[in-house]
Nanobody
């Protein structure tokens, strides 16, 4: 199973970015898909996750600004990031619980700066 992330880049404070992550390979079921991030000098933290039921949870720091969504037919998860702040700068990693095993995608860098 491979996870391919895309959509990072440089954005100004207050702007928006959309990250996408597609899972491919031998997949029977994906229970959870989500995003973590790791800022320089900090530990990796959960940003948002969405279950097969559609229920989602978010880090307090992104609630109301970020929205996670999922296209189960395409094994894809998206993270819409609005009202970006400099403290959102990090490498964002998608991950998925596929057939009871956790997989990670490569990171995509998000930089929020004027």
């Amino acid at each position: 199973v491979q996870l391919q992330a895309s959509g990072g880049g440089l954005e100004q404070p207050g702007g928006s970015l959309r990250l996408s992550c597609a899972a491919s390979g031998r997949i029977f079921s994906i229970n959870v898909m989500g995003w973590h991030r790791q800022a320089p000098g900090k530990q990796r933290e959960l940003v948002a996750a969405i279950r097969s039921s559609g229920s989602a949870n978010y880090a307090d720091s992104v609630k109301g600004r970020f929205t996670i969504s999922r296209d189960s037919a395409k094994n894809t998860v998206h993270l819409q990031m609005n009202s970006l702040k400099p403290e959102d700068t990090a490498v964002y990693y998608c991950n998925a619980l596929v057939d009871s095993q956790v997989y990670w995608g490569q990171g995509t860098l998000v930089t929020v700066s004027s």
